[in-house]
């Protein structure tokens, strides 16, 4: 048997991985767009931030650092970046990995080793959630570590799509309109939390990580159940994304956009103190439009298709 012609790529296999290529270009170049639109709309990072990204080892904080170190080479402005992994002691996590990984890409990084894992075991009985406490433990832990390492900024890996479930958890389980804000100062107003990916899809995020290799750790490690409220959301949300193309996009943009006049919430808006008014009115009488939804809108879901949405269906 000819094995040398075997293995000789033919033009369908060249065309094929020019198009992975071309594909793959157009991906990184949204994304990079994304996260540095969502740093310039919220004023993330500033001149001399010393940037702590927080490492897990799954694929939405592997991409926040590939792209926030890019994004660093071509910024007009200087700034640092250090990469921090909290190793809590899961039975089986890979403690090798993280290491090599940020060795082979020549980042500065600390590696933090608590034993939260034990800590959660004690506390909570058999059966309960755990990532609550869990949660927590880290929370104080990575503010510390941003103190002793001098960081002016703290980025997390949360996406649009974790922001989306967020918004529903809080309108569904907690009956408040409240979701992940992009930038937020912490409670004991010492640090700067950041999430560079707001603008960024879980799908795109996903694609991403999956192409450039970076080595996923799972996050099952310390047996505790996802949050099983959080999956149905998601689940939810996926399957009207699948169902109704645009969707998505247009919750997020309504994030973006509140009107606290048309809401119920006295504090934000004072309707006790609403008087008539001789003029115009910023926000006034729209109460009593035909609501503003166009038949037919396009919408650009991805680079490689163009939906057309009915939203009268
Ligand atoms: S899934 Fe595990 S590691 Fe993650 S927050 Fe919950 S308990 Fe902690």
């Known amino acids: 048997m000819n094995h040398q012609a075997l293995s000789t790529p033919t033009p369908t296999d060249a065309a094929s991985k020019s198009k992975q290529k071309y594909s793959f270009n157009k991906l990184q170049k949204r994304l990079r767009r994304n996260v ?69 890409i020549g980042v500065e990084y600390k590696i933090v080793e608590e034993d939260t894992y034990s800590i959660v075991k004690d506390k909570i009985p058999e059966g309960k959630t755990t990532c609550s406490l869990c949660s927590r433990l ?35 389980h907690g009956g408040k ?30 694609k991403y990580a999956q192409a450039a290799e970076f080595p996923i750790i799972p996050c099952n490690l310390c047996g505790s159940q996802e949050n099983l409220q959080r999956q149905n959301i998601k689940h939810m949300l996926q399957d009207w994304g699948k169902r109704y193309p645009g969707r998505i996009e ?19 808006y004072d309707f006790k103190g609403i008087t008539t008014s001789d003029g115009p ?24 298709r163009v939906q057309i949405i009915n939203l009268t269906e």
């Open 138 to 172: 880290r929370r104080g832990i990575l503010y510390r570590t941003a103190k002793e390492m001098g960081a002016t900024k703290i980025a997390l890996g949360h996406h649009r799509d974790d922001m989306l479930e967020t918004l529903f958890l809080n309108m569904f």
């Open 281 to 304: 009115v910023t926000d006034g009488d729209i109460g009593f439009d035909a609501p503003d939804l166009p038949s037919r809108v396009f919408e650009e879901e991805s680079d490689q």
């Open 177 to 206: 309109l409240k979701s992940m804000p992009p930038k937020l100062v912490s409670d004991n107003g010492e640090h700067i939390v950041i999430r560079p990916l707001a603008y960024c899809s879980e799908k795109d995020i996903e």
């Open 250 to 268: 247009s919750m997020f943009r309504a994030m973006q956009n509140v009107t606290p006049s048309h809401l119920v919430d006295g504090n934000l």
């Open 36 to 104: 540095g639109k969502a740093i310039d709309d919220f004023s993330m990072i500033e001149a001399n931030d010393k940037v702590m990204v927080c490492l897990s080892g799954g694929k939405d904080s592997y991409t926040l650092l590939d792209i926030l170190l890019f994004l660093k080479k071509i910024a007009p402005i200087h700034f640092d970046i250090v990469a921090v992994n909290l190793d809590q002691k899961q039975p089986g996590f890979p403690e090798h990995v993280l290491p090599e990984y940020l060795d082979s």
